[in-house]
């Protein structure tokens, strides 16, 4: 009662509009959705104008267009914010992360490359996943196999995926695969960086690629061999989670952010094991990010108010609970609903874990092009079109082209 | 005689059947799919009849996006966008087709070249048109940018110019102006044309995605293919309930073919166009 005396009692002119755009939908957007409505009813002299904006890349280009015609919104949750803050001299949430109630450092050190330019923070880690390697349980157990002590690197794990393919048919199709992934960059780069290769190379501000030296071209080879043995099909990358749900694929690298619907589907009988490594354990970062747009600089302030309230320990988990994407703050593990995740649930004990290892590189321009043209060089390496070094080669050389302009 | 026709092309018939079979492949796996269970969706090999039929699929969309809204927002945009934009290209080919006028040659070619401009190239520049004049989140913002009259004006050109001149000189002898002649002779003797040009541009309405997803903010205002994309997620999509959705989806489409199928067919006949 008192809140709605409270809601009339502000002046209409007194009230501050934020709009907000976000690019997540189904569950993911309605947790995002139910926390902008808590917001508002704590905060009644704040009204929220908040929609859906299609997906990360439709976002992307609703945002640009916003931008040039002054009329972006104040708040936006979307992949890639760090182009459209830093890349445009806007660091304000840098100077705003040091507010004693924001508590920056309780966030995963790993986590916050994932929201720079240049190397200086302009964005906020929100909706955050790493890839996971998960098992199909009954694949398994029928090929004899246990996963008490999984294999630590992929050469060990590449014999548990051969003796997962040789003896786990489970459907009795001719097309069932050891292992498989959903997002072929992604993986690249989390096994780049395991074989410490930094990806890219950064000199003040000027990125050069780096994926194509001796290490880098040490995984391609390795990707390759995982064709050569028959483990991973050529090119089938596209189908591989339906394969997976299926029950045609042993094992399978995609996002965290599929154990909270995994984990809802009973008929679903789904673990994790840590990512195998080469030379260090790293799963590389990917999901989204909170940015501010707002022009002015009491809308920047508001916009701020809202950010820090959905980043905090309490809002951040239970969104990342709901959806399936990580805690972001080391606090959030802490809190009951996280625990009793990581007891009740070892896909999210697995994917939590790995929040230690998570690494990421800036954000620059050329990025979408980096992924587009790594997801070309593997293509044609699996395809024995090309070999890994010159796969790499030409990724590299055709990315430089892009960066010079 | 004709009902012996199959038997004498058998391998034409052959072709046309598996090229049929081929394109209506995927609406069929689409009726199907929106009645399946999640497990009969990632079954393999692949179920074709469901388990047992999820009825409920459907009224899971309902519950997950405001469907009806989007409907009858795609549908009044569809059609006003359709009948403005095939008087306003009916208009400029007669007068491509019939008259005389300056520079009339380099304003066919000009609009000829629009057509290989890609939708994306040009959707920030009408944006920031669109916002200069205050049209985001309406209908007119919503309508008017997307009325893109290049193809369907060089449709009727085409077919304009079939019909003979002399029924035109006729007509003005008898005291017609251009607006008579195009109202009384043109028109009638075009509704083969009109008709296919008509579904051409409210098909093309219909799934339109990047522009309504662009100018629009409230979900109020949203139409189908971008409620169609509230259903995929980053987290995984229930594809029954996107093929329910989608089954619902093309209804009005079929409903124009079915209307205008003869019409369409005739066209394709008369102006020798290929899809």
């Given at each position: 009662?008192?809140?709605?005396?409270?809601?009339?009692?502000?002046?209409?002119?007194?009230?501050?509009?934020?709009?907000?755009w976000f690019a997540v939908?189904?569950?993911s957007g309605?947790?995002f959705?139910?926390?902008?409505?808590?917001?508002?009813?704590?905060?009644?002299?704040?009204?929220?104008?908040?929609?859906?904006s299609?997906n990360y890349?439709?976002t992307a280009?609703?945002?640009?267009?916003?931008?040039?015609?002054?009329?972006?919104?104040?708040?936006a949750l979307m992949a890639a914010g760090p182009?459209?803050?830093?890349?445009?001299?806007?660091?304000?949430?840098?100077?705003?992360?040091?507010?004693?109630?924001?508590?920056?450092?309780?966030?995963?050190?790993?986590?916050?490359?994932y929201a720079?330019?240049?190397?200086?923070?302009?964005a906020i880690p929100y909706g955050i996943s790493?890839?996971?390697?998960?098992?199909?349980?009954?694949?398994?157990?029928?090929?004899?196999?246990?996963?008490?002590?999984?294999?630590?690197?992929?050469?060990?794990?590449?014999?548990?995926?051969?003796?997962?393919?040789?003896?786990?048919?489970?459907?009795?199709?001719?097309?069932?695969?050891?292992?498989?992934?959903?997002?072929?960059?992604?993986?690249?780069?989390?096994?780049?960086?395991?074989?410490?290769?930094?990806?890219?190379?950064?000199?003040?501000?000027?990125?050069?690629?780096?994926?194509?030296?001796?290490?880098?071209?040490?995984?391609?080879?390795?990707?390759?061999?995982?064709?050569?043995?028959?483990?991973?099909?050529?090119?089938?990358?596209?189908?591989?989670?339906?394969?997976?749900?299926?029950?045609?694929?042993?094992?399978?690298?995609?996002t965290?952010a599929?154990?909270?619907?995994?984990?809802?589907?009973?008929?679903?009988?789904?673990?994790?094991?840590?990512?195998?490594?080469?030379?260090?354990?790293?799963?590389?970062l990917g999901g989204n990010v909170l940015i501010?747009?707002?022009?002015?600089?009491?809308?920047?302030?508001?916009?701020?108010?809202?950010?820090?309230?959905l980043?905090?320990?309490?809002?951040?988990?239970?969104f990342?609970?709901?959806t399936?994407y990580l805690?972001i703050?080391?606090?959030?593990?802490?809190?009951?609903?996280?625990?009793?995740?990581?007891?009740?649930?070892?896909?999210?004990?697995?994917?939590?874990?790995?929040?230690?290892?998570?690494?990421?590189?800036?954000?620059?321009?050329?990025?979408?092009?980096?992924?587009?043209?790594?997801?070309?060089?593997?293509?044609?390496?699996?395809?024995?079109?090309?070999?890994?070094?010159?796969?790499?080669?030409?990724?590299?050389?055709?990315?430089?082209?892009?960066?010079?302009? | 005689?004709?009902?012996?026709?199959?038997?004498?092309?058998?391998?034409?018939?052959?072709?046309?059947?598996?090229?049929?079979?081929?394109?209506?492949?995927?609406?069929?796996?689409?009726?199907?799919?929106?009645?399946?269970?999640?497990?009969?969706?990632?079954?393999?090999?692949?179920?074709?009849?469901?388990?047992?039929?999820?009825?409920?699929?459907?009224?899971?969309?309902?519950?997950?996006?405001?469907?009806?809204?989007?409907?009858?927002?795609?549908?009044?945009?569809?059609?006003?966008?359709?009948?403005?934009?095939?008087?306003?290209?009916?208009?400029?080919?007669?007068?491509?087709?019939?008259?005389?006028?300056?520079?009339?040659?380099?304003?066919?070619?000009?609009?000829?070249?629009?057509?290989?401009?890609?939708?994306?190239?040009?959707?920030?520049?009408?944006?920031?048109?669109?916002?200069?004049?205050?049209?985001?989140?309406?209908?007119?913002?919503?309508?008017?940018?997307?009325?893109?009259?290049?193809?369907?004006?060089?449709?009727?050109?085409?077919?304009?110019?079939?019909?003979?001149?002399?029924?035109?000189?006729?007509?003005?002898?008898?005291?017609?102006?251009?607006?008579?002649?195009?109202?009384?002779?043109?028109?009638?003797?075009?509704?083969?044309?009109?008709?296919?040009?008509?579904?051409?541009?409210?098909?093309?309405?219909?799934?339109?995605?990047?522009?309504?997803?662009?100018?629009?903010?409230?979900?109020?205002?949203?139409?189908?293919?971008?409620?169609?994309?509230?259903?995929?997620?980053e987290t995984?999509?229930?594809?029954?309930?996107?093929?329910?959705?989608?089954?619902?989806?093309?209804?009005?489409?079929?409903?124009?073919?079915?209307?205008?199928?003869?019409?369409?067919?005739?066209?394709?006949?008369?102006?020798?166009?290929?899809?």
């Open positions: 009662m008192l809140l709605v005396v409270a809601i009339f009692a502000i002046p209409l002119g007194a009230q501050t509009k934020l709009k907000v939908s189904g569950d309605e947790a959705k139910a926390l902008l409505e808590k917001y508002m009813a704590a905060n009644p002299s704040v009204v929220l104008d908040y929609s859906y299609g890349a439709d280009t609703k945002i640009s267009a916003a931008l040039i015609s002054n009329t972006a919104p104040d708040v182009l459209y803050t830093g890349a445009r001299g806007d660091y304000f949430i840098e100077s705003k992360i040091n507010d004693p109630d924001f508590k920056k450092d309780d966030i995963y050190p790993g986590v916050w490359d720079k330019y240049n190397g200086r923070i302009c790493t890839p996971v390697l998960y098992y199909n349980k009954a694949i398994i157990e029928k090929a004899g196999i246990n996963l008490k002590n999984p294999p630590k690197t992929w050469n060990e794990f590449l014999q548990v995926a051969k003796t997962a393919q040789a003896k786990g048919n489970i459907t009795g199709t001719s097309d069932f695969w050891g292992f498989d992934v959903t997002d072929v960059p992604w993986l690249f780069k989390t096994m780049l960086n395991q074989n410490e290769n930094t990806v890219i190379s950064v000199k003040g501000t000027d990125v050069s690629p780096a994926f194509n030296d001796e290490k880098g071209v040490e995984v391609a080879t390795f990707w390759k061999r995982l064709i050569d043995e028959k483990v991973m099909p050529i090119g089938q990358h596209a189908n591989a989670e339906k394969k997976f749900l299926a029950g045609n694929l042993a094992f399978l690298v995609a965290s599929r154990i909270s619907r995994w984990s809802k589907d009973a008929s679903l009988q789904i673990g994790a094991i840590p990512m195998p490594y080469f030379k260090k354990p790293s799963v590389a501010i747009l707002s022009k002015d600089q009491k809308a920047k302030e508001e916009a701020w108010n809202l950010v820090k309230f980043a905090n320990t309490e809002n951040q988990t239970t990342a609970l709901s399936g805690p703050r080391k606090s959030g593990l802490s809190l009951p609903e996280a625990k009793k995740a990581v007891e009740s649930n070892q896909m999210y004990a697995i994917a939590f874990d790995q929040l230690d290892i998570s690494w990421s590189y800036w954000h620059f321009d050329q990025m979408g092009t980096m992924d587009q043209l790594l997801g070309q060089a593997i293509d044609a390496l699996e395809r024995s079109a090309m070999t890994p070094k010159a796969a790499l080669e030409k990724a590299a050389k055709e990315l430089q082209a892009e960066i010079n302009g | 005689m004709r009902k012996h026709r199959h038997v004498r092309y058998p391998w034409t018939m052959l072709f046309l059947f598996c090229t049929s079979a081929l394109m209506i492949f995927p609406f069929v796996w689409m009726l199907l799919s929106a009645f399946k269970t999640p497990a009969d969706v990632y079954n393999y090999p692949p179920k074709w009849i469901p388990s047992s039929f999820q009825f409920t699929n459907f009224a899971e969309v309902f519950k997950k996006i405001p469907f009806i809204r989007f409907y009858i927002n795609s549908i009044f945009v569809s059609v006003v966008q359709t009948v403005l934009q095939i008087a306003i290209s009916a208009m400029g080919a007669f007068a491509f087709a019939k008259l005389d006028f300056p520079l009339k040659n380099k304003l066919y070619a000009f609009m000829q070249s629009s057509l290989f401009v890609p939708e994306i190239v040009t959707i920030i520049p009408m944006f920031l048109l669109a916002a200069v004049a205050g049209l985001i989140d309406t209908y007119t913002g919503l309508i008017v940018a997307e009325l893109n009259c290049a193809f369907t004006t060089l449709l009727l050109i085409s077919f304009f110019q079939s019909i003979p001149n002399e029924l035109i000189d006729a007509a003005k002898v008898d005291g017609c102006g251009y607006f008579r002649v195009f109202l009384e002779i043109i028109l009638p003797n075009s509704k083969t044309a009109i008709g296919a040009a008509s579904l051409f541009a409210f098909l093309t309405h219909w799934r339109s995605y990047m522009w309504p997803l662009i100018i629009t903010n409230n979900v109020k205002m949203r139409t189908l293919p971008i409620g169609l994309k509230y259903l995929v997620t995984g999509t229930e594809y029954q309930v996107l093929m329910a959705a989608s089954v619902m989806a093309i209804v009005p489409v079929l409903i124009v073919y079915i209307l205008m199928e003869k019409e369409f067919v005739q066209s394709i006949t008369l102006t020798g166009m290929k899809t």
